[in-house]
């Protein structure tokens, strides 16, 4: 019998791993691939989200409610998930706002990066999954997010770095996530449009500057079919996610049928692929899949 394939999965809050790649993860659970997702912060510092949770002994007691909804969201999708440690940076008001003391944003990157280089050579990860170096979205925290994934990517194979973080083990690919593309939300609005659904996202789109993307989509994972799994692990994190609001207008069974993909980008190999790809682990071989060591 071959070792599992290991999936690990970068994220900077609780939810955020049920709205970007929640399905590719689904689907790869239950296709027999290990997969962990790394939560660096706690969300301490999200706001409620959700009118009908954001009641005061829910807002007092935030960091333990999003560890219970994450707990939760977790069943649900099959994955292992830990936590990292770090403290939530929250989302600045404005670019003078200095981000609070102690938290995930303002940490050196060598500390940011110390607990995940550390779950990288225990877990093994064959593929790791973050956000590009914009965060996907500005959050201090999702663009630390991709700089402590680089760095675990290329340092957690060196024995000289991170000494004290366990035994090297070299991942073979990385990729940002690319849910949040144009052209996907452009063919929704097309559709909905058309149908007489009425679509969210027309100011969105209008707003979106027109150019080439930084980070070009090399690799749809097809997982329409898990898209039910996913929302159901979103809307386990009840105080981010109104079951209401914008996420959930556009129906299901649209999103199966017009983009019944997960997409992303590859941002390293160190295997032979070739692009496009439909499948995260394309061009990892059995020779290249050693066991864990657990
Ligand atoms: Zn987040």
Redesign the pocket.
Known sequence: MSAPLRLMAVH??P??ESSKGAATMARYVREGVEVLVCTLTGGERGSVLNPKMDRPEIVANIGEVRRAEMARAREILGVEQRFMGFIDSGLPESEEEELPEGCFGLQKLEDASAPLVAAVREFRPHVIITYDDDGGYP?P??IMTNKVSVEAFEAAGDPDRYPDAGEPWQPLKLYYQMGFTKERFEALHEVMTERGLGSPYSDWISRWEDRPAKWPVTTRVPCGDYFQIRDEALLAHATQVDPEGFWFVCPRELQEEIWPTEDYHLARSLVDTELPEDDLFAGIHADDVEPACH
Do not use: F, K
């Open positions: 900077a809050h939810d955020d959050h925290d999702h």
